[in-house]
Structures are given as C-alpha cells and as structure tokens.
C-alpha cells in the first residue's frame, strides 16, 4: 500500500499475554506485534483467541500476565478517557439505542473530547462531517439506523469510531453478516482510510482471502498462539493453510491482485486438537 502520513501512526504490541474467562485459559504466553501506520489481520479457526487479542489490546480484557504496550506505554495506566483518545474499538455486535439517526450515532465518538470547559464545537462538527464522507454515509446522515441494510450500517458503525479520531483503530470482524460485495467495500474503505490517513488497524477476519488482499500484515493463530506472522505474501502457504486450518489447499498469485489466493482442495479435512497426540476428522 502507499505510504501515508505520519499523524495518525502509532505501535501496539502485547507480550507475554495470559488470556483467561474465569478458569479456562484461551491464551498464554501469546505475543502480538501490530505494526505502526500498517492493517493487521488476524486470521485462524473458531476459537483461536483472535477475537480474545483484540480484547486485550482494547483493554476490554485485563491480562492475567503480561501487559499491552502503546507507543511504549502500558495501556493499564492510562486513564479511559486518555486510552478513548487514542485508540476506538468497533465490537463485533455494536448495538445502538432504538431510533438512533446516522448523524446521532456518529457524534457520539466524540464522546472522549468533550470536557466540562471545551463544550461541542463547530471543529466536532467538521470532524463528524469528514467521517460521514469518508465512509460515503453523509447522505444517510438523517435516516434511522434501523432503515439501513447490513452494509450501511457497518459504514455507520466504522463512521462513529472514525469520528473518535484515533491512531489506532480495532475491528472486530467488520465484515460479519454481509455478502460479498459488502465485505469488499467495507474492508476498500479501510484500506483507503489507511492509506490516506496513516491509521493502525487491526482487524479480525475469518475470510482468509480477504485478509490476504487487504492486510500489509498477518497473524495467523492456532489454540491461543501464534503460528506465523508478516506480510501475507511470505507466510501464507499450503503448509500453512493445513497447520492453521487443518485444511489441505493450493496457494497461487492473485492474477488481480498478486496476493496469495488459497484455493481448497475439497474433502473432508484434518483439525489437530489442542494436546491431542493425532488428528481428528471432520
């Protein structure tokens, strides 16, 4: 992707992360490197712990060890208003109040600017203007969320986090619940945000390809680690597909995109069990 400038560019890294829901462990010793000003998948089975990561790298989950850093800084410190300012998650399932209008929804990442001293201002309004452009919604500005389709409303959803104008932005499988053709446009417009605004995205996907075109950078995860990461050109393979996937496939060059294009080979496939001594067909 070309490069883009420099003001919206930040690191987030997590080491050494044990990941937990009351008992059952999903992750530990998981390491993860987002690099600055770059999109980042994370890619892998049911399950894995990619939604888990983000979680922690949103501090929407607190590590039972080790720590999330960004731009050097342990996230565990910071104030939540401090940590809004920098960083904005969209969750999987978003849920809004009913009746709720685009332009409602999207002031509402503005959330974390506002103080007691610097009330809304004509500079919030311009910055909500600019995220209802940037995601094509300024012409759905005055309808409901209800009235819009999947689509629209993930263009909204991505419209509110944009608006919180941070350098970090997370996705939490943005492309859930929508066909094709909006799956490529939503992850288009995040790829054209960050190559005209120098965002650091991370985004969970479950389609391989996908993540493969519109990702600088992959971590493809297995049981709460990391099996391989970097740009999808140098660790998407056949073997990786298998390791990851249990699924027996071909890599080839994109012939629009000259990313790697996995192409199954069908039957039935292989899934190596956490601990398990072989492997167990589905």
Not at 7 to 13: C, F, K, V, Y
Not at 87 to 98: G, I, V
Not at 238 to 250: P, T
Request: aromatic fraction near 2%; charge should be negative.
């Amino acid at each position: 992707m070309t490069a883009a400038p420099d003001t919206h560019r930040a690191t987030l890294t997590g080491t050494a992360l044990r990941l937990a829901y009351g008992e059952r462990i999903v992750a530990d010793g998981l390491d993860l490197e987002i690099p600055a000003g770059q999109v980042t998948a994370l890619v892998g089975p049911n399950a894995c712990g990619k939604s888990t990561g983000l979680r922690a790298l949103a501090r929407l989950l607190k590590p039972a060890a080790g720590a999330v850093h960004l731009d050097g800084q342990d996230i565990a410190g910071l104030a939540s208003r401090d940590l809004a300012l920098r960083l904005s998650l969209l969750p999987q399932t978003p849920t809004a109040p009913d009746g709720i209008t685009v332009r409602d929804l999207v002031t509402r990442g503005r959330t974390p600017h506002q103080r007691w001293w610097r009330q809304w201002s004509s500079a919030d309004d311009a910055v909500v203007d600019r995220a209802l452009d940037a995601t094509g919604t300024a012409g759905l500005a005055d309808r409901t969320l209800d009235e819009l389709s999947g689509g629209q409303r993930q263009r909204v959803w991505i419209a509110m986090a944009l608006a919180q104008d941070t350098p970090v932005l997370l996705l939490d499988e943005p492309t859930t619940y929508l066909d094709l053709a909006h799956q490529v446009d939503v992850l288009e417009l995040v790829a054209d945000l960050n190559r005209t605004e120098g965002r650091t995205v991370v985004m969970v996907l479950h389609e391989l390809n996908l993540a493969c075109r519109y990702a600088d950078h992959l971590v493809a995860m297995r049981a709460g680690e990391v099996v391989a990461a970097g740009p999808p050109n140098e660790v998407v393979t056949a073997d990786l597909v298998h390791d990851v996937f249990g699924l027996r496939a071909a890599v080839i060059e994109c012939p629009i995109a000259g990313t790697p294009l996995v192409i199954p080979e069908g039957g039935r496939r292989t899934v190596q069990e956490p601990g398990a001594a072989d492997a167990r067909s589905l």
